[in-house]
DNA sequence: GGCTATAGATAAGA
DNA sequence: TCTTATCTATAGCC
């Protein structure tokens, strides 16, 4: 793989292979005569820097954040992973994918609940580095837990919601019943289970079997 | 494309085609002969649903992982979008691409600031469409101000940082200068703006030009 | 981890 | 948007 096919790192519009005879199809015993005769150029290979062109940005953005979030569908109904996808396009718009919200919150809540006081990285017992809800109460200092908890939920609330109310302006919501929604690719049925992405809270601590 | 060249929804071991010949490799004349030397099965074709077994699902989410935040980096390069994936396997390591805490933080703050006493959706004004810090101070009650912004930067302090603190549990930090460090993919450097992935803050407006 | 061959994504063009 | 031809990701193995 990577083979450099050739020294196409110029542009990707090198004017050779002039696409004749448009008629013939596939399932043609096509020699190694230079000539190939194909109706399209097909998927060229382009160079991963910043589109410059206004429209085709956009193409190029919309195809791929879609195949984005199919893949991240697909990787989370195979591995059962939680997954969310936030993207912000060149101008503010917003694309989320899976339950951000209660991701975030999660994944807030793996942080040590300790801050501004918190000690190092010497702090190696199980106590701290278990989420929240699995601690003793009384392991955390009562003012700082409040404040971060008051946050939280105060944080979860508008995540998932407001950004929807701002639907109006040039934000647009990603997250439907269905993950992924995109035209001629409907879920299969195994795919299910994608609602339950982010429903609560797992119980499966930090540690407590394999890796994966 | 999904021309369902058979019918292997079942299971993907179905006990055909043998591998006969192991020997020969490509650019051989295949024709329409029912057998096909090759020396692999390559790729097959996959249901999308929970990979039951363990070894084989660590294998997929660490290989569609991989794939996932490469796409997510060519995305962010091609288009100037800004990205952030978050992924909790199975049981809670998290795997992070972009810089999320800026990201998450970022997102936060196209929420409204106004929290419990916000009024619902006819709140069409622009003011309160815009990112705060566009916003003029006065617009915005203090104390919620106040609260919300110390939170966030709170919470961002330790989004980005105290994450790695835990590198000795199960939980991975995946952003290094980076956003992909794979082998065998060494990024352009095209790429190198990756770096500013979530630097600073865009000052381009909600609705100011065009979507993408 | 690395290798193949195939499945799947997608750049151009219509 | 829809199609086509290629490019790229990856399933099954070692």
Sequence with gaps: ??????????????????LQSPNMLVSQPKKETTQTPKT????QKIEIKIIEEETKRQVTFSKRRRGLFKKSAELSVLTGAKIAVITFSKCGRIYRFGHVDALIDKYLRKSPVKLEGYSGDNVADEESRRP????????????????????????????????????????VEMVPAWPINVMGWKPPMDMQNLENLTDGITRCRVG?????
């Excluded at 699995?134 to 979860?156: D, G, T």
């Design 132 to 171: 929240w809800w699995e601690r003793p109460v009384e392991s955390v200092p009562e003012e700082e837990l409040e404040e971060y908890m008051a946050a939280l939920s105060m944080l979860r609330e508008n995540i998932g919601k407001k950004i929807v109310a701002m639907g109006n302006d040039r934000t």
């Design 1 to 18: 793989m990577e083979e450099e096919r050739e020294t196409s790192t110029m542009t990707c519009l090198t004017p050779k292979d002039p």
């Design 208 to 212: 407590d079997q394999n890796g994966d």
């Design 40 to 43: 399209t150029r097909g998927r």
